[in-house]
């Protein structure tokens, strides 16, 4: 049975699970992900600076994800850090990239002799995802107006990973249907395209944008 979710705030969902009670799913595009080898607790607020993702008034924030051996560095609020500090003391939360990423490795534990890109599509905006067994090999969010733009991105990301076009598998998943426009532009550039499946994944159409 999935979870079932139900939009808090701004940023914040709530999901209910019908044995562990109630966790928290903070959704936002200031987040990075450092692998734990280099990652310094000292400064963690400098990794969003350096690539411009903090914001003045903002609360920094910590995932590690054991699975991948990596910690996503996020920025919220600072109201809803207070909001999150007031909920009860077994009420957890984290990051909607910390769980799609932990849930991608998962699916991907075995799938050691090829890389497998995944995009998360939000509102205007989308996360571009590649793993490769349970290596995270690249994760960033774009922003784009067309799906010009988008396939821009796209194609450029791959060219900068060496990943060929005409052979490796790319997801869609989030906020997108099969008909979309950008599918369909990327079915003429991307030879095989596949579409995350709601049972799959519990955060498929789940978490929107902020």
Same mark, same amino acid.
């Given at each position: 049975?999935? =979870?079932?979710?139900?939009?808090?705030?701004?940023?914040?969902?709530?999901?209910?699970?019908?044995?562990?009670? #109630?966790?928290?799913?903070?959704? *936002?595009?200031?987040?990075?992900?450092? =692998?734990? &080898?280099?990652?310094?607790?000292?400064?963690?607020?400098?990794?969003?600076?350096?690539?411009?993702?903090? /914001?003045?008034?903002?609360?920094?924030?910590?995932?590690?994800?054991?699975?991948? /051996?990596?910690? *996503?560095?996020?920025? @919220?609020?600072?109201?809803?850090?207070?909001?999150?500090? /007031?909920?009860?003391?077994? &009420? &957890?939360?984290?990051? &909607?990239?910390?769980?799609?990423?932990?849930?991608? +490795?998962?699916?991907?534990?075995? %799938?050691?002799?090829?890389? %497998?890109?995944?995009? *998360? +599509?939000?509102?205007?905006? #989308?996360?571009? +995802?590649? +793993?490769?067994?349970?290596?995270?090999?690249?994760?960033?969010?774009?922003? #784009?107006?067309?799906?010009?733009?988008?396939?821009?991105?796209?194609?450029?990301?791959? $060219?900068?990973?060496?990943? !060929?076009?005409?052979?490796?598998?790319?997801? #869609?998943?989030?906020?997108?249907?099969?008909?979309?426009?950008?599918? $369909?532009?990327?079915?003429?550039?991307? %030879?095989? @395209?596949?579409?995350? %499946? /709601? !049972? *799959?994944? @519990?955060?498929?159409?789940?978490?929107?944008?902020?």
């Amino acid at each position: 049975m999935l =979870p079932t979710a139900e939009k808090m705030n701004e940023n914040v969902l709530t999901i209910q699970h019908p044995l562990d009670g #109630f966790s928290y799913v903070v959704n *936002n595009d200031r987040h990075t992900f450092v =692998p734990a &080898a280099l990652y310094q607790e000292k400064n963690k607020e400098k990794y969003l600076e350096i690539l411009g993702l903090s /914001k003045k008034k903002g609360v920094v924030c910590v995932d590690y994800i054991s699975n991948a /051996k990596v910690y *996503n560095v996020y920025q @919220i609020s600072e109201k809803t850090f207070q909001y999150l500090n /007031k909920l009860p003391e077994k &009420a &957890a939360f984290r990051h &909607a990239s910390s769980l799609l990423v932990e849930d991608l +490795i998962k699916q991907n534990s075995e %799938r050691t002799g090829e890389a %497998r890109v995944y995009l *998360n +599509i939000k509102d205007q905006s #989308f996360e571009m +995802i590649v +793993i490769k067994g349970t290596n995270l090999l690249f994760d960033n969010t774009f922003r #784009f107006k067309t799906k010009e733009d988008f396939l821009y991105f796209l194609l450029f990301a791959l $060219e900068q990973l060496h990943l !060929e076009t005409e052979s490796v598998p790319v997801y #869609f998943l989030g906020m997108i249907t099969e008909d979309s426009k950008l599918v $369909e532009l990327t079915s003429r550039y991307i %030879r095989d @395209i596949r579409f995350l %499946r /709601k !049972e *799959n994944n @519990i955060l498929f159409n789940l978490i929107k944008c902020e």
